[in-house]
């Protein structure tokens, strides 16, 4: 690769147990060091979302493994993956879909436009855009489905409740009108 791909800022832990862990490849704190430093590169830092270049991952790649070496490839590797699927899912984030439809253009690490979005991939991205959108109506459609639900229930509540308490208003005035009637006919018969 050239020598003009971005190198990221070094970060040196001055903890004795981030040290400790910075030395095993596989340690949590080395991977959050590698992807810290990914996110540092120029591309990432922009404010915006951009969409990516092909290869790129070997562009990362390249400058981590000259920084740190490659005995921990392995682990760099696995963290760049875990990043740009995070970063480009087009499932999960419609927003890197829709930068890709605007810009139509590729990125490098430097933020530089470097080559065009392909028609097929435009096409890919322009569907996964008309997906979510599905998706997104079908989450309304299936919410406004239960809430009219929850409240067609909370009608059948209510009626019931009034059908009660006319049930319980009807007996009592039966009761009372009984009770009257067996007064009316007591005074009458003395």
Not at 18 to 24: G, K
Not at 143 to 165: D, F, G, I, S, V
Request: hydrophobic share 35%; glycine share 2%; proline share 4%.
């Amino acid at each position: 690769m050239t020598d003009d791909i971005a190198e990221p800022v070094i970060v040196n832990p001055t903890d004795a147990t981030e040290q400790t862990e910075l030395s095993r490849p596989e340690g949590k704190a080395f991977k959050r060091l590698i992807k810290a430093e990914v996110m540092r590169f120029p591309v990432f830092t922009q404010g915006e979302i951009l969409p990516l270049k092909y290869r790129i991952r070997d562009d990362m790649r390249e400058v981590l493994c000259r920084t740190y070496g490659k005995d921990k490839k392995a682990v760099i590797n696995a963290v760049i993956d875990k990043l740009l699927k995070d970063y480009c899912s087009q499932v999960k984030r419609p927003d890197y879909a829709l930068a890709a439809v605007l810009k139509q253009r590729r990125f490098d690490l430097h933020a530089k436009p470097v080559q065009k979005i392909s028609e097929k991939d435009m096409t890919a991205f322009v569907a996964a855009l008309r997906y979510h959108e599905r998706l997104q109506r079908e989450a309304l459609e299936r919410k406004a489905a239960k809430e009219r639900k929850r409240l067609a229930h909370e009608q059948r509540l209510l009626e019931q409740e009034q059908a009660r308490r006319a049930k319980r208003t009807a007996k009592r005035k039966r009761q009372r009108a009984k009770a009257a009637q067996a007064i009316k006919n007591y005074e009458v018969v003395p």
